[in-house]
């Protein structure tokens, strides 16, 4: 009866538009195994994307209402779902996805075996992402010193302005370099990196799985993560409610990216590196640099694989003859940036034919409809 369960909420999260591929080795399954207990698993595949309280879900359910509120509230601070406060009403709960969802929300419950079941599922998860030619998740900014004063830049293109635009801020370990760590490989670049904002910030610190920050601090940790030589990286959206602050040898997305030929052509990124070789000195400086090993050094020169380039601008701010500069890809070129999360969701579910106009519409009429009926239970 478990096994059946897990596999209906395998089924279930695959329905969602990040996927969730199923493999022959069935590791996958183990994951969710060790995460979710029969019970929330079972719960789990009552939620959507849409928003709900605790009455609605428990119709849905055909549970009573306060242990559904319990048990939503249980797996919302194990980060299995999504749990949103309202002040003076009842709590929001949605389902996650896979990634970006309930694995970063495992920061700081890791052990050995759940990261070994991970690294296993990842470089499969991964394949089929880019198999599947969707929109990326997440998206690359360059780093403040990189983008030159005289350059067209967006204000969602700006990891300040982003940062800026909010009122509530939260720092969190970066789970990748502490799954890294756990497995004595990584690096020694800073751990408390990564950052939400606004609502999102709420969610991390109502879980004890950040700490609230001020903007002050916020924008220290983006000049630190700079200085660390950290990739910045966004959700896909104007609008964004995270930053990561990543590395080549820890990040998920980045590690996997490398090991493809062409990875500019797999990440959502507005610039690409451009090299004067006859200014540079070849001190190797911005090979350090890069996370995407899209530098060498060839006759004491340095050498730009355009295809490996994601526009970071790692290399540029720390070059000593200004040889390398960032510059803005032909308008053919430049990846769209969607509003908002929600609309990052919908153009990823479509792209796998999973998550259309019709399917969200019909989302949004059962949950009116369960959202009707559970006001007539209450009268």
């Not at 009455?55 to 949103?84: C, D, F, W, Y």
């Not at 880019?130 to 010193?145: A, M």
């Not at 801020?169 to 502490?178: E, G, H, L, P, T």
């Not at 930053?243 to 590690?255: D, S, W, Y």
């Amino acid at each position: 009866m478990a096994a059946d369960i897990y596999e209906r909420l395998a089924e279930h999260l695959d329905n969602l538009p990040g996927g969730f591929p199923r493999t022959e080795s069935g590791v996958e399954v183990r994951i969710l195994r060790r995460l979710f207990t029969p019970e929330d698993a079972e719960f789990a595949t009552y939620l959507t994307l849409i928003p709900e309280e605790p009455r609605v879900i428990a119709r849905r359910a055909k549970i009573p209402v306060n242990e559904a509120a319990r048990q939503l509230e249980e797996m919302s601070k194990k980060g299995l779902i999504l749990g949103i406060s309202r002040e003076g009403k009842p709590p929001l709960y949605m389902a996650l996805q896979f990634l970006v969802g309930f694995w970063e929300s495992q920061v700081n419950r890791l052990d050995r075996e759940l990261i070994q079941e991970f690294e296993e599922y990842l470089p499969f998860y991964s394949d089929r992402s880019f198999e599947w030619k969707v929109p990326s998740q997440l998206r690359t900014i360059p780093v403040g010193k990189s983008i030159s004063t005289r350059a067209e830049v967006m204000i969602y293109e700006r990891a300040e302005e982003l940062v800026r635009a909010h009122k509530t801020f939260a720092v969190s370990n970066c789970i990748c370099r502490q799954e890294q760590r756990i497995m004595g490989r990584g690096c020694s670049k800073p751990g408390e990196s990564c950052l939400s904002f606004g609502m999102a910030a709420s969610i991390v610190i109502n879980g004890n799985r950040g700490r609230a920050i001020s903007l002050e601090e916020t924008l220290t940790i983006l000049q630190q993560a700079e200085e660390a030589g950290l990739v910045l990286q966004p959700a896909n959206a104007k609008k964004a409610a995270f930053l990561c602050t990543c590395c080549g040898c820890c990040c998920g997305v980045l590690r996997n990216l490398k090991r493809y030929p062409k990875p500019a052509s797999l990440m959502s990124s507005a610039f690409v590196a451009n090299l004067d070789a006859d200014t540079c000195k070849g001190c190797g400086a911005c090979v350090k640099r890069c996370q995407m090993e899209a530098i060498s050094l060839a006759d004491k020169k340095a050498a730009l694989n355009p295809d490996r380039c994601i526009g970071c601008g790692l290399c540029v701010g720390t070059c000593p003859t200004h040889s390398l500069s960032l510059v803005r890809k032909p308008k053919a070129m430049q990846p769209y940036v969607p509003k908002d999360i929600i609309e990052t969701n919908l153009k990823v579910g479509k792209a796998r034919g999973k998550f259309g106009l019709g399917k969200m519409v019909g989302m949004q009429v059962r949950s009116k409809l369960d959202r009707l009926l559970a006001s007539k239970d209450l009268s």
